[in-house]
C-alpha cells in the first residue's frame, strides 16, 4: 500500500486502501486497477518486490479532511544509508528550493507541469517539482486522475509513482499520510524575466462533489467506469453453488483451500480456454503463490512501477494468464432433504410484530426463487408464500466459525487473540460478491478461506509465535490501523459495489432487517432489481448492534443454490414429480420443432429408411458376414503382474497382524479360508465380481469348485448388500463360530457407497445396512473373521473416528518409477491425472472437453424455464441433439440443415458409433456412455433413443442400453446372437449380464442411478459423455466417482510399436484418423467429419465438405488431403495417406486410445483449475458429504503427498458427521479405536482391484497351507546291509523290549542316521559296506540339499513363537503376570576342577517343580518324581533341550505335543542369549550355561546337563530319604531333545496277524508315557527312537521292535547308569556318536523303540551346527582353508579366534586322507581310535566321495566291552588325551600295518612327550620333528598339540 515499507508490517486501514482502490476504478476510463481484495486477501502473504527492492505500493490520494475516515498516524521510512536529509534538498543532496533554482535552466519533460510542494518543516520555502499534467487537476479542479508520476528536479531522477516515495525523496519528513493534495500547493510559473515564480494555487476542491457523484451513481456499467474492469490475476473459481443443504440438518461444514485462486469480477471475461501456462504465478513457497498482475493497457497504470514514462506503453513484470470464463465451486451435504426454511443457530425471541410476508406469485412473477443467507442477528419471521423463499444458515455459520478460529491458539497457550470484527466480515462478504462473475454462485468455503486469510494477516506476530514457539519473539506490535466503525461499514460497502454496476445491492436505510426484506421483496416484484444478483441487507438494531443478511436475487445463482439445497433423494423426486406431473410438458412440446426448420417428427419420418434411398448404403450386408474379424479378443480375466504384487502386499499386511503381540489373528490355528464378497446392489457389479471369481481359479485353489460346477453356482460367494445379504452374513457368523479353524475373509467391494450408520436410519431399511451387517458386535469380537474394504475412494473412511488402522491400509502402487516400468506391464493404467494432463500438453484436442454450443443452449432454457430442475433441461437438451445427430447422418442430404441445431461434440460422437462398426467385417464397433445419473430421466432418453433409431432403420445398426442398477440387461436378439458369435457360446439362452460382456458391441449405453456402483465398462468404450451429471452438488468423492467412469488400461505393447510418436494418440479425439506417415512430428489435428458417411455435398459444422464417402472401400491412390476443424480447438492442418489399415477393425485399433469425456462446463472449470499446490480444486473439497471439516484452519493436500500421507491428513482434519457409521467409533480414554482386523485396500477405479483381492484370497489359502505344513528331513537310513543275518530277537507285537533278550542282541556299531552320511564310518565286524551306497552323493547336496518332504502339521505337533491359540496362550505366557526370577545354582565336579556356578530363570507359574529352602528362599533342588508315581496327565521326566540362535524358530511349544499334560521343560541357553530368549519364551524354564561357556559346543551343554542332573538326583534321593522313601525309588531319567523335534510317529501292528501297518502321528505325551512305563526301565542306560523317513527305518528294522544302536536327536537318559559315562565338554561334532559308543563300552544297555520315529524339522537358522571361523585380526567371517586350521609351534602364523577344539575337528574331518593315507577307502585296515570317536570325514574331489576313513572305537577301561580285534590290521592309531587306562601293554594287543599313521594329540607339548614316553611309543612308531603340529591359536587361546609318526 502507499505507507508499505520494506521488512515492516503493512499498516494502512482497510477501509482506506479500499476507498482509494474503488475511487481509482471510478475515475478512470483507460486504466485497469488491481482489486484491493485481490491485493489483501486472495493473493499469499508475501507481497512480490520490485527490481529496486521495495515492496508493491499503493498510494492513497483522496483528502483525509474530506473523508469520514479519522486521520492517521504516519511514520517517514527512514532513508537509505548515507542519504542527505537537510530540509529543501533531495535524498541525493540537490538543492529544490525556489529561491535557489528560480534563475536555473530546468528541462521538463513533455507532459509535465512545474509545481511548488509545501514542506511542513519549512513553512516559508516552497520546493520545485514536476509532475505529469494529467494527475493534476484543471482550473475547475476536475480531470485530474489518481495516482502520481513526478520527477526530482534536483538529482534528475524521473519515474517516481507514488507520492509517498517522492515525498521521502524530496525530505518532506511528514506526520501524516503524504497526500499530493496536501502538499502540492501551487504551479510554477517563469515571468518575463525568466524567473521561476509562485504560480495560481492548484485547485482540489472539485475531489468532494466528485467522490459523492461517484458513490451516488453506483448503477453505472463497470465498463463505463473503469473502462475494462478488473484484470483477472488468476482463473475464477466458477460459478457453483452452496450444495445440497438439508432444511432440517444444522450441522452442514463446507471447506475451501489455503491459497485458493481469488475470484474475479464478471465484468471482464477474458478467453474461454485456460491455457497450461501459469506465468503469473510465482512460487513463495508451498501454498503460498505470489500473484503479479499485468496491466498493459496504453494509458498510464493505477499503480504505476518506478521507471515509467509516458512515453512508452504500460510495462509490466508478469503477465498473467488468461482466466477462463468461469470456474465452478461446490460443495455438498449429505443430509436427507425436507421441506421447509433453514434454521440455523438459536435467536432471541422476536418481537411482536416483526414479520415479513412474502409476496404471492413470486416465482412466476420473477421467475426465481430468491434465497436468504441469514448473517448477524436475528432474521425476521416469514409468513405467507413461504415456497418461494429458501432460507440458508450458511453464511451465519461461515461467520461463526471464523470467531472461533482464535481457539485453534489458544488451545495451546498462546495469549488471547481477537476475532474479525462484525464490520470486517460483512465488509469482505461484500466484496466477496462484487468479485463473483455474472455465472458464479457463491461458495462459503471461499468466504470461509477468506475470513482466515484476512484475520492471519491481521495478527501475522502472534501466527508467527504460534507456529515457531522456539524462537522468542518481541511482544505484538500495536494495531496501527484503527477498526471499522458502524457508521463507516454502509458508506464503505456502497464503494465497494460501486465496481460491479447493478450486480451488487447494499439496502442500508431500513431501520430493521423485516423493513430491508419488504423492501427487496418490493424490488423483486416490480423488476428493480433484474440486473441484480444479490442483495446485502445492512442495519443496526435496537441494542446497536448491527444486523444484516444477504438476499441472493441472480437467477443463475438461485438456481444453483436451490438446487444445491435438495439432497441426491429429494433431488430424485422432484425430476420423477416435475415429469409425471406434467410440468415437462411445455419443454417437450418446445423440442418438438425446430422452427422454420420445421417439425421434428415430420422430419423423422422424412428420414426413414422407406423414404431415404440412401439410407440402403449403410443397412449392414447379413447377420452373417462372409469374412471375420481376426484381431477380436478379450482380456477380461488376465492376471497382471501388479495385481500379484497388490495381493502379496495384503498378504503381508495380514502377517503383520499376526506376527504381532496383540494376539488378533493367530494364522497358525487356521488350516481352510473362506470368504463372502459385499457388493453394492446393482445386477451389473453383482455378475461382474461373479464372472471375475468364476474365471480366477479361486474357488479351485480354496478346494470350493467341488460344490461349484457353474457360474450359477459360484453366487452363493457374492451377496448383494441389500435385505438379502442379511441372511448370508448371518450364516457367515453362524459358521465362523462352529468352525473355529477356518478363516473367513468378509470383502467389502465399493466399500464408499454407504456408510450411513444403523442407529440413524430412521426406519429407512436401505440405510445403514451396511454398518448393521459389517459393524456388527459378532463380526466384531469373531477371531476368525477378517474384513477387507475395497473402495477407490477411501476418503470417507479415513477420519478421526475410522475403524481402520493407517498400518492396515494397502495402496495400490504405481506401475511407473521414472518412466521405468516396474512390473513389466502389457497396459498402462490412464486415469484422472492423465485425463487432466491432456488438457494442459497442447499437443492437439485434450481428451477432457466441454460442449460450449451445448451449454449455452442449456442456460437459455434454464432462463426459460425456472421452474423445472435443470437436470430435466440438460437432459432433454442432450437427447434432442443425438435425436437430430442421428437425423442428419442417416436421413441423407435432405436434413443436412439439422447441423446448425446439434453440437460438433455430439454429431462427432454419433457419427462414429455409426460409422466405425461398417470398417470391420463382423461389425466390431464402440461403446458410447451416456450417463444420466436420474432413473427417470434415463428412461425418457432411452425410450426416446430407441424410438428415433427403429424410425431411422438403424436397429441392426446400434444398440441402445438402459444401465440401471435395479434390474439386468436388455440386448436386443440381433445383437445377441453377434455377441454369441463373438465370444463362441454355443448356449442359446445365455445373454450378457455384465458391461464387459459387450466388448467391440456398437451401442449407446445409457448408465442411471445417483453414483456408479462399481461397474466395470468394457473397453471398446470410445466416449463418455457426462455433460448431464449435476454440477452444484460436488464432493471429491462425487467428481472423482463419475470421472472414473472413464478410467483405461491401455495396451502398451502397440504403443511400443509405434514408437515414441505414439503418445499423442492420446490426445486424438478421432481415432479412426490415419496416422501419418510423412510428418509424425506434426501437431495432432482432429477432424470430426473424417469418418462420416456419404451424404452427398454435406456441410460440416466448420463449413468443410467431404465428397469422399467412409462407407465404400477407399482407394488410396484417390484419397485426398482433408484438413481437421474441431471448433473446440485451434485448426490445423494434416496431409494423410489412406493404407489398407482403412478397412481394418476399429475396435482393434481404439485399445490404445482412452475414450474422450464430456464434462459440464462447470465440472471442467473447476477441475482444470489448480490451487496453489499444483493440484486440481477438487482435490481440495470436502472429501463427502457424510463427513466435515475439523477447522477452516488446515493445511492445503500437497502435490508431494503420498496415498498413507494422504490418508494421515484425512485422519487428522475430518471427522464423521452423526449419520456416518464412524461416528459412534470414538474411543473412551484412548486416541484410537481401531479394529485389528479390518483391512482397506485402495486404488483408482477400474485398475484391477477386484482381480488383486482375489489373488490374495488364494495366496492366503495356500498361505495358511504352508503354514500347516513344514519341511521335514526325509532321509533313508544309510549303511544298511541287506545281507546282514536278520534273527527275529522279539515278538513284531511286543510292545516293551525284554532286558534279556536285549542283552544278547549284538550291538550295531555301524550310524545309520543319514545327517553323519560325512563323517568316518565305524568299524563294525558285522557290517560290510556297499561300495555304492552313500558315495554317489554330492558333498555340497549333504547338509545344504538334504532331502525333505512337505508334512501337514497334526494336532501333536511343537511350534515355534510364531504360534499363538487360545489353548496354549498360558503356556506360552505373553502375560505380564508371568514374572520370573533368577536362582544360582552351584555343584562341584572334579573334572572341571572347580564348582560350576549355574543360574536358573525360573517364571512364578513354574516354581511347583523345584524346592527352596525355607529361610531364604535359595534354590535347593529340581523336583523329581518316584518310580512308582503314576499320573496319566503327567510325563515324569524332565526335558532338557539346549539351544542357541532359535530363540524365534526353536520348537519349545509342547503344549500341543504334550496334550497340555504337565511336564517340566527346561531350555539350556548361553548366558549372552538369556535376554533374547527370556522375552521370546516368558514362562519357560531357562536354565543358562556359564561365561566361560558362550564359546563352548553342544558337548558343553550335554555335558553339564547330565551331571547337573546327576547332582540333582542325589540331592532329590536325600531330600526323598528324610521323607521316607528309597533312594532308588527316585526316578532317574532325563530326556535331551533336539530343538528341531516337531512330530512324533508310532507304527501300528496287527495283534494277530503281527504284520506292520500304516505309521500314525501321535502324540509325545503318548510316546514318553509308553517309554517310561517300559518293564526294568531303570536298567536301561539310554532309550531312544528312529528318524521317520517315508520309506521306512530300514531294511528289517520294522520287523524287530527293539534294537540295540546307535541313538541321537532324542534320548531319554539315565543318569544314575551313566554317572561314570560323561559327555565330552570339548567337542563340537559327533559328541553323541561318541557318547554312544563309550556307554556301549560300559556296559549300558542302550535300546531303541523302532515302533516310534520322531520328525525333525528344518530349521535353516542357528543351532549348534553353525560354525564361524574367522581370525583374531578382524571379526569379520573370512574364507580360511582347512589346511590353516593348524601350524607349526612356535611359528609366525595368522592365529584364529576359535576354539581350538573346533580347529582340530574341523582339520581331522577334511585332512585325515593325508593324515591317514593307508585308512583311505580302506574298510578292512581301519584307524584305531582309543576311548574316543573323532571324525576323520571322506576326502571329496569336484565334490564327489573319492576316499572314506574308518575308525575303530575300543575301549582301554578295565572290564568294558569290546569286540575282538585278532587278526585284524589298523592303519593308523588315534590317541587323543589318553588317560592312565592306556598303557603300552594295551596298546601291543593290536596289530598296525607297516607304515601306518600314529596321531597323538594333547593340551601341550610337554603332555605329548610324556604320553610317548609313558607307552613307549618310540620303540614301533618313527617320530620327527617336523611331525609336531598345533591348532592355529594364540598362546592365551591354549591351543591343542598333536604329534604325528609312522609304524617300523
Not at 583374531?1672 to 582353508?1681: G, R, S
Amino acid at each position: 500500500m502507499g505507507n508499505s515499507y520494506t521488512g515492516h508490517l503493512q499498516s494502512t486501514r482497510f477501509e482506506e486502501v479500499l476507498h482509494n482502490s474503488i475511487e481509482a476504478s471510478l475515475r478512470s476510463n483507460t486504466v485497469v486497477p488491481r482489486p484491493v481484495f485481490t491485493q489483501l486477501y486472495l493473493e499469499a502473504e508475501q507481497r512480490p518486490y520490485s527490481h529496486d527492492g521495495r515492496g508493491d505500493e499503493d498510494d492513497d490520494e483522496e483528502d483525509g479532511s474530506d473523508s469520514n475516515s479519522p486521520p492517521i498516524q504516519y511514520q517517514m521510512r527512514s532513508p537509505p544509508e548515507g542519504s542527505c536529509t537537510t530540509d529543501g534538498f533531495c535524498q541525493a543532496g540537490k538543492d529544490l528550493r525556489l529561491s535557489s533554482m528560480a534563475t536555473e535552466s530546468l528541462e521538463v519533460p513533455p507532459g509535465f507541469l512545474l509545481v511548488g510542494a509545501k514542506s511542513p518543516s519549512m513553512p516559508d520555502h516552497i520546493l520545485v517539482c514536476a509532475v505529469d499534467q494529467r494527475f493534476l487537476p484543471d482550473e475547475c479542479g476536475r480531470n485530474a486522475l489518481l495516482g502520481f508520476s513526478g520527477n526530482c528536479m534536483g538529482c534528475g531522477e524521473k519515474g517516481f509513482r507514488y507520492f509517498t516515495e517522492f515525498a521521502n525523496h524530496i525530505n518532506l519528513k511528514l506526520t501524516t499520510q503524504p497526500k499530493k493534495q496536501k502538499h502540492l500547493k501551487y504551479h510554477l510559473l517563469r515571468n518575463a524575466q525568466g524567473i521561476l515564480v509562485k504560480g495560481p494555487p492548484i485547485c482540489w476542491k472539485g475531489i468532494d462533489s466528485r467522490m459523492r457523484h461517484a458513490v451516488c451513481n453506483a448503477a453505472a456499467g463497470p465498463e463505463e467506469q473503469s473502462g475494462h474492469g478488473p484484470t483477472d490475476l488468476l482463473p475464477s473459481s466458477g460459478h457453483t453453488a452452496l450444495n445440497t443443504i438439508n432444511h432440517s440438518d444444522l450441522n452442514t461444514h463446507l471447506h475451501i483451500s489455503e491459497g485458493s485462486p481469488p475470484l474475479t469480477n464478471g465484468s471482464h471475461v477474458p478467453g474461454p480456454q485456460q491455457p497450461p501456462a501459469q506465468p503469473g504465478i510465482v512460487a513463495n513457497g508451498p501454498g503460498k503463490p505470489t500473484v503479479i498482475g499485468s496491466m498493459a493497457n496504453s494509458g498510464p497504470p493505477k499503480k504505476r512501477h518506478k521507471g515509467w514514462s509516458p512515453e512508452s506503453s504500460a510495462t509490466t513484470e508478469v503477465t498473467p494468464r488468461p482466466a477462463p470464463n468461469s470456474t465452478t465451486n461446490g460443495t455438498k451435504s449429505a443430509d436427507s432433504g425436507a421441506s421447509g426454511c433453514l434454521s440455523i443457530g438459536s435467536s432471541p425471541p422476536l418481537a411482536p410484530g416483526e414479520s415479513v410476508t412474502v409476496p404471492d406469485h413470486l416465482l412466476y412473477t420473477c421467475g426465481l426463487r430468491p434465497v436468504i443467507f441469514k448473517g448477524h442477528g436475528t432474521l425476521p419471521h416469514l409468513c405467507g408464500n413461504l415456497g418461494d423463499v429458501l432460507v440458508s444458515g450458511l453464511l451465519q455459520k461461515c461467520y461463526r466459525n471464523s470467531q472461533n478460529l482464535p481457539r485453534v491458539y489458544e488451545q495451546y497457550g498462546t495469549a488471547p487473540i481477537q476475532p474479525i470484527s462484525t464490520e470486517m466480515l460483512i465488509l469482505l462478504t461484500v466484496y466477496y460478491l462484487v468479485q463473483l462473475a455474472p455465472d458464479q454462485a457463491p461458495l462459503m468455503e471461499d468466504l470461509e478461506q477468506i475470513f482466515m486469510r484476512s484475520w492471519r494477516e491481521s495478527h501475522l506476530t502472534e501466527i508467527r509465535q504460534y507456529q515457531q514457539t522456539h524462537a522468542q519473539f518481541p511482544p505484538p506490535l500495536p494495531c496501527l490501523a484503527q477498526p471499522l466503525t458502524p457508521s463507516q461499514l454502509p458508506w464503505l460497502a456502497k464503494l465497494a459495489t460501486s465496481s460491479c454496476g447493478e450486480g451488487v445491492l447494499v439496502l442500508d436505510t431500513a431501520p430493521s432487517l423485516a423493513e430491508a426484506l419488504e423492501d427487496t421483496f418490493h424490488r423483486l416484484v416490480e423488476g428493480r432489481l433484474n440486473k441484480t444478483n444479490y442483495v446485502v441487507i445492512i442495519c443496526m438494531n435496537r441494542s446497536q448492534e448491527i444486523e444484516s443478511c444477504v438476499v441472493v436475487t441472480g437467477k443463475h445463482q438461485t438456481r444453483a443454490l436451490a438446487e444445491s439445497l435438495l439432497s441426491p433423494s429429494d433431488c430424485v423426486r422432484e425430476i420423477v414429480h416435475e415429469l409425471s406431473s406434467g410440468m415437462a410438458a411445455e419443454l417437450g412440446s418446445y423440442f418438438s420443432s425446430l422452427g422454420p426448420d420445421g417439425d421434428v417428427e415430420a422430419l423423422l419420418e422424412q428420414a426413414s429408411p422407406e423414404n431415404n434411398a440412401q439410407y440402403s448404403s449403410i443397412e449392414p450386408s447379413g447377420d452373417s458376414p462372409k469374412a471375420k474379424c481376426a484381431e477380436y479378443y478379450v482380456e477380461w480375466h488376465e492376471i497382471r503382474p501388479i495385481q500379484l504384487a497388490v495381493a502379496r502386499k495384503l498378504l503381508s499386511h495380514v502377517c503383520a497382524i499376526a506376527d504381532s503381540s496383540t494376539q488378533n489373528l493367530d494364522l497358525g490355528s487356521f488350516d481352510k479360508v473362506e470368504f463372502l464378497i459385499c457388493v453394492p446392489p446393482s445386477e451389473v457389479t453383482f455378475h461382474q465380481v461373479v464372472l471375475h471369481l468364476w474365471n480366477s481359479g479361486v474357488l479351485r485353489e480354496l478346494g470350493l469348485d467341488q460344490d461349484c460346477l457353474s457360474v450359477k453356482e459360484a453366487e452363493q460367494y457374492v451377496v448383494k448388500l441389500n435385505q438379502s445379504a442379511v441372511g448370508k452374513i448371518n450364516s457367515l457368523i453362524q459358521k465362523s463360530k462352529m468352525n473355529p479353524y477356518t478363516l473367513f475373509i468378509l470383502v467389502h467391494d465399493h466399500a464408499h457407497w454407504d456408510i450411513s450408520s444403523g442407529q440413524c436410519s430412521g426406519g429407512d431399511s436401505s440405510l445403514g445396512l451396511v454398518d448393521g451387517l459389517l459393524n456388527c458386535r459378532q463380526i466384531r469380537e469373531a477371531p476368525n473373521i477378517l474384513t477387507l474394504h475395497v473402495t477407490s475412494f477411501p476418503f470417507t473412511l479415513q477420519t478421526q473416528y475410522t475403524r481402520i488402522s493407517p498400518y492396515n491400509e494397502i495402496h495400490w502402487p504405481s506401475g511407473f518409477n521414472n518412466d521405468v516400468d516396474l512390473y513389466h506391464e502389457k497396459t498402462k493404467y490412464f486415469g484422472v491425472s492423465e485425463l487432466l494432463e491432456t488438457t494442459r500438453s497442447g499437443s492437439g484436442l485434450p481428451l477432457l472437453r466441454y460442449d460450449s454450443s451445448f451449454e449455452s443452449m442449456a442456460a437459455a432454457l434454464e432462463e426459460r424455464f425456472p421452474k423445472l430442475h435443470s437436470a430435466v433441461i440438460r437432459t432433454h437438451v442432450l437427447i434432442q441433439h443425438y435425436s437430430l445427430a442421428l437425423m442428419a447422418t442417416a436421413g441423407g442430404q435432405a436434413l443436412q440443415a439439422l447441423q446448425k441445431h446439434i453440437s460438433v461434440e455430439t454429431l462427432e460422437m454419433v457419427q462414429c458409433l455409426l460409422n466405425t462398426s461398417q470398417r470391420c467385417p463382423s461389425h466390431h464397433g464402440h461403446m458410447l456412455l451416456l450417463r444420466i445419473p436420474s432413473p427417470a430421466l434415463a428412461a425418457f432418453a432411452h425410450q426416446r433413443l430407441c424410438h428415433v433409431r427403429n424410425r431411422l432403420g438403424l436397429h441392426k445398426q446400434f444398440e441402445v442400453i438402459l444401465g440401471d442398477p435395479c434390474s439386468a440387461l436388455t440386448v436386443g436378439k440381433h445383437f445377441l446372437d453377434q455377441l454369441r458369435v463373438w465370444l463362441k457360446i454355443l448356449d442359446p439362452d445365455w445373454a450378457p449380464l455384465t458391461y464387459l460382456e459387450l466388448e467391440a458391441l456398437p451401442c449407446i449405453l445409457i448408465l442411471t442411478g445417483m453414483d456408479p456402483l462399481g461397474e466395470s465398462l468394457p473397453r471398446s468404450l470410445k466416449y463418455c459423455d457426462l455433460r448431464v451429471i449435476s454440477c452444484w452438488s460436488l464432493q471429491r468423492t462425487t467428481l472423482e466417482q463419475e470421472l472414473g467412469l472413464a478410467a483405461y488400461l491401455l495396451k502398451t505393447k502397440q504403443d511400443a510399436q509405434l514408437g515414441p510418436h505414439a503418445r499423442c494418440d492420446l490426445s486424438e479425439s478421432d481415432p479412426e484418423k490415419l496416422n501419418s506417415t510423412d510428418n509424425e512430428d506434426e501437431e495432432v489435428v482432429v477432424d470430426v467429419n473424417n469418418d462420416l458417411p456419404k451424404l452427398g455435398n454435406q456441410a460440416s459444422p466448420a463449413g468443410s465438405q467431404h465428397p469422399q464417402s467412409d462407407w465404400t472401400p477407399l482407394d488410396p491412390d484417390k484419397q485426398p488431403n482433408q484438413r481437421r476443424q474441431s471448433k473446440s480447438t485451434s485448426s490445423g492442418s494434416s496431409s494423410t495417406q489412406a493404407s489398407p489399415l482403412r478397412r481394418s477393425c476399429s475396435w482393434a485399433r481404439n485399445l490404445s486410445r482412452p475414450p474422450v469425456v464430456l464434462l459440464p462446463k462447470a465440472i471442467y472449470d473447476l477441475i482444470t483449475t489448480v490451487d496453489s499446490s499444483g493440484l486440481p480444486k477438487s482435490t481440495s473439497f470436502l472429501p463427502h458429504s457424510a463427513v466435515e471439516w475439523v477447522s477452516s484452519f488446515r493445511p492445503l493436500l500437497s502435490k508431494m503427498m503420498t496415498c498413507t500421507e494422504q490418508s494421515l491428513y484425512y485422519r487428522q482434519w475430518t471427522v464423521p458427521k452423526p449419520h456416518h457409521m464412524d461416528s459412534s467409533n470414538r474411543a473412551e480414554g484412548r486416541t484410537d479405536n481401531f479394529h485389528p482386523r479390518k483391512l482397506l485396500l485402495s486404488g483408482p477405479p477400474q485398475v484391477g482391484k477386484t482381480g488383486a483381492y482375489l489373488q490374495f484370497l488364494g495366496i492366503l489359502s495356500r498361505m495358511l497351507i504352508r503354514l500347516m505344513e513344514v519341511d521335514i528331513y526325509d532321509e533313508e537310513d544309510i549303511n544298511c546291509n541287506c545281507e546282514k543275518d536278520l534273527v527275529r530277537y522279539h515278538q513284531p507285537i511286543a510292545l516293551w523290549p525284554n532286558t534279556d533278550t536285549l542283552q544278547v542282541m549284538p550291538f550295531d556299531y555301524t550310524i545309520h542316521d543319514p545327517k553323519y552320511e560325512d563323517i568316518s564310518t565305524v568299524y563294525s565286524p558285522d557290517f560290510t559296506p556297499n561300495s555304492n551306497d552313500g558315495n554317489s552323493r554330492r558333498h555340497e547336496d549333504v547338509y545344504l540339499h538334504r532331502r525333505t518332504a512337505r508334512i501337514k502339521l497334526s494336532k501333536y505337533a511343537a511350534y515355534n513363537t510364531y504360534h499363538h491359540c487360545e489353548q496354549c496362550h498360558q503356556y506360552m505366557g505373553f502375560n505380564p503376570q508371568y514374572q520370573s526370577t533368577l536362582h544360582a545354582f552351584t555343584f562341584s565336579h572334579l573334572l572341571l576342577g572347580e564348582e560350576i556356578q549355574l543360574y536358573f530363570i525360573i517364571p512364578k507359574s513354574k516354581e511347583h517343580h523345584f524346592s527352596f529352602s525355607q529361610s531364604g528362599g535359595q534354590l535347593e533342588s529340581m523336583r523329581l518324581p518316584l518310580t512308582s508315581d503314576w499320573n496319566p496327565d503327567a510325563i515324569k521326566s524332565p526335558i532338557f533341550t539346549p539351544t542357541t540362535g532359535r530363540h524365534e524358530h526353536g520348537l519349545f511349544n509342547l503344549y500341543h505335543a504334550m496334550e497340555g499334560a504337565a511336564h517340566l521343560h527346561i531350555l539350556v541357553i548361553k548366558e549372552y542369549e538369556m535376554a533374547v530368549y527370556k522375552k521370546y519364551w516368558p514362562n519357560h524354564i531357562m536354565l543358562v550355561l556359564p561365561t566361560i561357556f558362550n564359546g563352548a559346543g553342544i558337548g558343553a551343554a550335554h555335558f553339564l546337563i547330565k551331571e547337573l542332573s546327576y547332582h540333582n538326583l542325589e540331592l532329590e534321593r536325600s531330600r526323598r530319604v528324610e521323607h521316607g522313601s528309597r533312594p532308588q525309588d527316585v526316578w532317574p531319567f532325563i530326556i535331551l531333545a533336539d530343538d528341531s523335534c516337531v512330530m512324533w510317529n508310532s507304527v501300528d501292528v496287527d495283534p494277530k496277524s503281527g504284520t506292520v501297518g500304516t505309521e500314525r502321528n501321535v502324540s509325545l505325551k503318548q510316546v514318553l508315557q509308553h517309554m517310561e512305563s517300559s518293564p526294568d526301565i531303570a536298567q536301561y542306560g539310554l532309550c531312544g527312537m528312529r528318524k521317520w523317513s517315508s520309506r521306512g527305518g530300514g531294511a528289517g528294522q520294522q520287523k524287530e521292535p527293539f534294537s540295540r544302536g546307535h541313538l541321537h536327536d532324542f534320548l531319554l537318559l539315565n543318569v544314575d547308569l551313566t554317572q561314570n559315562v560323561q559327555y565330552n565338554q570339548n567337542r563340537f561334532t559327533c559328541d553323541d556318536v561318541d557318547f554312544n559308543l563309550r556307554a556301549h563300552s560300559a556296559g549300558l544297555l542302550i535300546c531303541r523303540f523302532n515302533s516310534f520315529s520322531v520328525m525333525k524339522k528344518q530349521i535353516a537358522i542357528g543351532g549348534y551346527e553353525t560354525f564361524i571361523i574367522k581370525t583374531k585380526m578382524t571379526d569379520v567371517p573370512t574364507t580360511i582353508q582347512p589346511t590353516q586350521y593348524i601350524c607349526a609351534p612356535d611359528s609366525k602364523h595368522l592365529f584364529l579366534a576359535t576354539p581350538a577344539q573346533l580347529l582340530l575337528e574341523k582339520y581331522l574331518q577334511h585332512t585325515s586322507h593325508h593324515l591317514f593315507p593307508l585308512s583311505a577307502q580302506n574298510y578292512s585296515h581301519p584307524v584305531l581310535s582309543v576311548d574316543c570317536y573323532l571324525n576323520l570325514g571322506p576326502e571329496y574331489f569336484c565334490f564327489v566321495v573319492c576316499s572314506q576313513v574308518t575308525v575303530c572305537f575300543v575301549s582301554s577301561r578295565p572290564h568294558s566291552v569290546n569286540f575282538s580285534t585278532t587278526g585284524l590290521l589298523f592303519s593308523g592309531l588315534l590317541l587323543y588325551f589318553c588317560d592312565s587306562f592306556v598303557t603300552p601293554g594295551f596298546l601291543k594287543k593290536f596289530q598296525f600295518l607297516k607304515g601306518a599313521t600314529l596321531c597323538v594329540i594333547g593340551p601341550n607339548r610337554s603332555s605329548l612327550r610324556q604320553t610317548v614316553v609313558r607307552l613307549e611309543l618310540e620303540e614301533e612308531w618313527r617320530f620327527r620333528l617336523s611331525d609336531e603340529f598345533q591348532t592355529a591359536n594364540a598362546k592365551e587361546d591354549q591351543p591343542l598339540f598333536f604329534l604325528t609318526g609312522k609304524h617300523i
